[in-house]
């Protein structure tokens, strides 16, 4: 019997339908009627069929849109807020980027830019003011070569003089002062267009900077957080947020020296019913597996682990008896501190560098501690040659795509396997791998596992890898 019954909902099926139609019109018409396909008969009971079985389709539809391991869309999300589970929604990618203009130029927030490789387009989270009080990039050239005189750059309030001799020339000035500056942080070279190069350590680190009259400063750059207008994971390689969307005077150019952060897409249907499914036994499970699953839910937690020492004294990894260890990446301090105040059991103390003070509901204060994982960069240095099928961007694509792999795979504490790196290499096409070498710190050497310590997660990003095309 077909509907709703005691084991479930049975949907009819389109050939039971076609011969319960059939058989109607035989009872009406009579028993000897044509019901071939393309007679009028035929026709009739094709026309109804269909639309009559699509019926059946739906009523099973909304049947099974009250189980969680059929619903689908809105119909899933309303099942999981019955447990408390709501869909973790799309964020969107950031980047950081150098901004290139006049020294005084305002940039307004909102103002726009775009990723010459994807065409995907960015929005300046807040107004960015061109200053020499707060510079990430800057090129000084001498203006006037005079004897005797003396000439003076001054970084962050610390000035470093350079004295003209009696036959003074430009070169001179120059290399005088790369030898001045050879000790601060902010010196890169002076490059072939006799320009005193200086970029800050990195984009939240800017420099003051002054120079006397005999010299001018070009070049100038301040930094600014660029926030993609559409939301979800997107990888922006170093370098690539370089066209301006929005004109602004005095705003020149723009370009990011590293990778964005990439965003996370909406949670799928099947991500949401996995987390439901682990969340309805919150209560039974045991206190790590019920922090973790409650830290992913975070807006912004990359990843999480949990450790717990339930013994009597300190172990190995120096937690204290009876501590839960919660190591997590991304996320707000106070937000992880609330998941791991509610959800550890009472008397469990927590163990980790970062003290975040809760306030409970009951008006006291604890100290929750926590831990954030050390980020180490991966460098690769590689050889490829080219074989058939080699396109122009290669180089540029083989980054990506290492980058966008160890994002996705490697967590907090995981080693990075050698041989897995040729999974995204391979994606690319065109080319022959003559040598691979990996490593922590630049210039690698080594063809071996990376080992992560336990709090421990390793990145990458495309400017840390160097790849040679072989001729």
Known sequence: ???????????????????????????????DIDLRSESVFGQIVGVLSLPISELWEEA??????????????????????????????????????????????VVPAASEARNSETQDVYALESAVSIL???????????????????????INGTDYTVNSDADATEQEILLDFASALSA??????????????????????PFALVATANMDIGSTASAGNFVAKE??????????????????????????????????????????RLRRRQSVSFPAIATVDSILAKLLEVEDVQAAVVYEN????????????????VIAQGGEDSDIAQIIYETKAGGVGTFGDTTVQYDSQSGQTYNIDFERPTETQLYVDMTIEPTEGYAADAVESIKTAIAEWVAANITIGESLLYSRLYTPINSV????????????TSSPNGEATLDAAIDEIILSD??????TVAT
């Open 184 to 205: 601060v942080a902010q010196f890169v070279e002076v490059n072939a267009d006799n320009e005193i190069v200086l970029e800050s350590v990195d984009l939240d680190t």
């Open 132 to 154: 020499a009080t707060s510079l990430v990039r800057a090129r000084i050239t001498i203006n006037t070569v005079v004897n005797s005189t003396a000439y003076t750059i001054t």
């Open 1 to 31: 019997m077909a509907g709703l019954t005691a084991q479930g909902f049975e949907r009819k099926r389109l050939p039971e339908i076609k011969t319960e139609i059939e058989d109607a019109l035989k009872t009406q018409f009579g028993a």
């Open 310 to 325: 339930d013994t009597d004294a300190t172990d190995a990894n120096g937690v204290p008896a009876h501590h839960v260890w």
């Open 60 to 105: 099973e539809n909304v049947y099974l849109s009250f189980d969680p391991d059929y619903a689908e869309g809105v119909s899933l999300d309303s099942l999981a807020a019955l447990t408390g589970v709501t869909r973790i929604a799309a964020t969107a990618t950031t980047v950081q980027a150098a901004l290139f203009g006049t020294v005084g130029t």
């Open 231 to 272: 939301k979800g994971a997107r990888f922006v390689p170093a370098n690539t947020l370089n066209e301006i969307q929005t004109a602004v005077a005095g705003w020149e150019s723009i370009t990011n020296p590293v990778d964005g952060v990439s965003g996370r897409n909406v949670e799928t249907d099947a991500e949401l």
């Open 429 to 440: 096409p065109g080319f022959e791998v003559t040598d691979l070498n990996i490593g922590k």
């Open 462 to 467: 495309t400017s840390n890898i160097t790849i």
